[in-house]
C-alpha cells in the first residue's frame, strides 16, 4: 500500500481514513503517481476546504488483470484484506487515526469495489465515492483480457447488498463522464436506485475513462467526505 500522510498529524487524534482503490492494471501507486490524490488532498487541506485526512491506497492483490476486491479462493480474501487487513496496519502505523471515521472511493474496478465493499460493509464507512464506476461484475470482462471468473452473483450485486443494508447505508457519490464508455451502465444503476428510493448524488459531467477525468474528480470525492464531517459534526 502507499500512503499519504500531512504533516502535523501526530499531535492530532482520530484522523479520518480515506481507502482509495485503483482500476485493472494497477496498483498502490496508480492514485499517486498517475493521480495525483496527495497533491489534491494537500491543496484542499491548505486552502481550509478540508481538514487533514490520511489517504491509503492499497494493491488489490495483483491476481491476474484484476480482482475486483473480492474473495477467489480461500488463500486470496481481497475483500478482508482491504477492510481488516489494511486498515488494522494503518492504525497500528499511525496512533493519531485512532478510532478514526472512514471513507471509501475508487474508479472503474475500483469504483465497483468502493460501492460493493462500502455497501456490504456499511456500519464501518462514513462515505462512498465511485468514480467511472464498473456497476455490475459483469462489466470487468471488458477491461481484462482473460475472462473474468463467475462469482456468487447474490454475493457480488451491488444492489443487493444496498438494499439489505438500506437503513445503514453511507452517503453516496457516483461520478461519470458522458464520454465513458461505462457510462450507460452508470446511468442504469442511478436509476436503479432512485427506484429503490435510495439518497445518492449522482453527477456526469464531460470526460472519458482516463486518468484526466479521475485526477479532476477525486477533489469532489474529497470535499463530498470533508461534507458528511461537517454535516455530523453540525448535528
Not at 493521480?35 to 486552502?47: F, K
Not at 485512532?98 to 456500519?123: E, T, V, W
Request: charged residues 20%; aromatic residues 10%; proline residues 6%.
Amino acid at each position: 500500500m502507499s500512503l499519504f500522510v500531512p504533516d502535523g498529524l501526530p499531535s492530532m487524534s482520530n484522523v479520518p481514513i480515506v481507502l482509495l482503490l485503483h482500476g485493472v492494471y494497477g496498483s498502490h501507486w496508480s492514485w499517486f503517481f498517475k493521480g495525483g490524490a496527495h497533491r489534491t488532498a494537500l491543496r484542499l487541506i491548505q486552502a481550509g476546504r478540508i481538514r487533514p485526512v490520511v489517504l491509503v491506497a492499497p494493491s488489490d492483490g495483483l491476481w491476474k488483470d484484476g480482482t475486483a476486491y473480492i474473495r477467489h479462493e480461500e488463500h486470496r480474501d481481497y475483500e478482508s484484506w482491504i477492510c481488516s487487513d489494511v486498515l488494522g496496519y494503518v492504525r497500528q502505523m499511525l496512533p493519531c487515526t485512532g478510532d478514526p471515521p472512514i471513507f471509501i472511493a475508487g474508479l472503474s474496478m475500483g469504483g465497483y469495489g468502493a460501492l460493493r465493499l462500502g455497501a456490504k460493509r456499511a456500519p464501518l464507512f462514513r462515505g462512498i465515492a465511485a468514480l467511472s464506476a464498473i456497476t455490475r461484475l459483469d462489466e470487468m470482462n471488458d477491461f481484462v483480457r482473460a475472462p473474468f471468473p463467475a462469482m456468487d452473483r447474490k454475493d457480488h450485486d451491488i444492489l443487493a447488498w444496498i438494499q439489505l443494508n438500506r437503513e445503514r447505508l453511507p452517503p453516496i457519490r457516483i461520478d461519470c463522464g458522458r464520454e465513458d464508455p461505462l457510462v450507460e451502465g452508470n446511468r442504469r444503476f442511478h436509476r436503479e436506485l432512485q427506484q429503490r428510493h435510495i439518497a445518492h448524488d449522482y453527477c456526469e459531467s464531460s470526460g472519458m475513462h482516463s486518468w484526466a477525468f479521475w485526477r479532476e474528480h477525486i477533489s469532489d470525492a474529497l470535499l463530498f467526505f470533508e461534507a458528511i464531517l461537517t454535516a455530523s459534526t453540525a448535528s
